[in-house]
């Protein structure tokens, strides 16, 4: 490491001095998210603040100033707890089973009290910080290919498990496809990635008999022939594509959206919200609001490469990678390209779980954005500064 770089501004800043170092973009980016997600829950209402709008907004507040508290935390922490973390999170989806709150025929919720807490959400911020630590202690050729490589996978395998028994198959494939990508931006071979593509095909037909639920064996077939079942199984689907239908090149206008404002497309301020907004601002708002999720993670993507740690680098742009697929699983299935698996669009549905993971790990890609010429030199998450 340079002399120069040890003698940018570090740790040993104040808090506030720390603040410009916050890359702004991004945060406004996030605002603007947000704020057509608000707008969107306003018109779904309709026109009203309530019953999701005003808290949905509330929400983001309080997530913004969280992830601007937790930016200037300094990586080298994020390190130290990584494995922590994600022992505490795959000890929360171990417990769920025994102590987890059913609703809707499934376990996702531990309960104390007041306090709620879906172990999933706590895994997907752990598997990308253990999975970043895993990678910082190994070098390039073993991460290409090596025995080490079973440790990720059981990393990886272990909570996906655990959150399709749930069973919550949305957030089993968000997680086993994060870690799938961090493993491919560590350096994996592309010859395990054919091996692994060959294995999951020749396997899908044994798991989706013998593993997966029967709602969700009629997930997959209504994917394929949602017209079989118009009013059943297919009316979710088939209702989105109607309100992305007729939205056409630039929508109905605010507030106009029939399919949402007559109720006929189901979960529209939460699962279904892209169709929602598709049918109000059309093609054009669509490949708008797309461009922005793409601003987003370009400048996310963009603060990972800058790092000066490689743990830096994986947690940052695994992250992201998180983000991403919560954008492209939503709208694809949306569109009809992916079966139905209640994977929100991020920032944009209703709730306040899913938000505060994403808000949190943005708070931590901003936490490499602040501290990115620190190095992690040992084991221990000793840093140079």
Not at 102 to 111: N, P, Q, V
Request: net charge positive; charged share 10%.
């Amino acid at each position: 490491m340079t002399s120069s770089a040890i003698s940018r501004p570090g740790q040993r800043e104040r808090l506030t001095m720390k603040l410009p170092e916050i890359d702004w973009r991004l945060a406004l980016a996030l605002c603007c998210i947000a704020g057509v997600g608000t707008m969107m829950l306003y018109s779904t209402a309709p026109l009203s603040w309530k019953p999701w709008a005003g808290p949905h907004l509330i929400r983001f507040g309080l997530c913004f100033a969280l992830m601007l508290v937790l930016s200037l935390i300094d990586i080298r922490v994020w390190f130290v707890l990584s494995y922590p973390i994600y022992v505490l999170a795959l000890l929360l989806l171990v417990a769920v089973p025994v102590i987890g709150h059913e609703s809707l025929g499934a376990k996702r919720w531990i309960t104390a009290g007041p306090l709620s807490v879906q172990p999933s959400e706590i895994m997907k911020i752990g598997l990308v910080l253990a999975l970043a630590r895993f990678y910082h202690g190994v070098s390039a050729k073993d991460a290409r290919l090596s025995w080490k490589l079973l440790i990720p996978a059981v990393l990886i395998a272990a909570p996906t498990l655990l959150v399709a028994k749930q069973p919550d198959l949305g957030t089993a494939i968000l997680i086993s496809a994060t870690g799938l990508a961090i493993m491919i931006m560590a350096g994996l071979t592309w010859r395990l990635l054919v091996l692994g593509g060959l294995a999951a095909i020749v396997g899908a037909p044994a798991f989706v008999m013998f593993v997966m639920k029967g709602y969700q064996r009629d997930r997959i077939l209504t994917f394929l022939h949602p017209e079989d079942d118009p009013s059943g199984s297919g009316y979710h689907i088939l209702q989105a594509k109607i309100a992305l239908g007729s939205g056409g090149f630039l929508g109905k206008g605010f507030g106009l959206g029939t399919q949402s404002q007559l109720n006929y497309l189901p979960e529209k301020q939460t699962d279904f919200i892209f169709a929602t907004f598709a049918e109000e601002f059309g093609f054009l708002g669509c490949f708008t609001l797309l461009a922005l999720y793409g601003v987003t993670i370009a400048i996310a993507l963009r603060i990972a490469s800058i790092s000066h740690s490689h743990f830096g680098r994986l947690s940052a742009a695994g992250l992201t990678a998180t983000f991403a697929l919560y954008v492209v699983i939503n709208a694809a299935m949306v569109m009809g390209l992916a079966p139905v698996v209640g994977v929100p669009m991020p920032l944009m549905s209703y709730g306040g779980t899913g938000m505060v993971t994403v808000m949190v790990g943005f708070g931590l890609v901003e936490a490499v954005r602040v501290h990115r010429y620190a190095e992690i030199t040992s084991g221990r998450g000793s840093l140079l500064l």
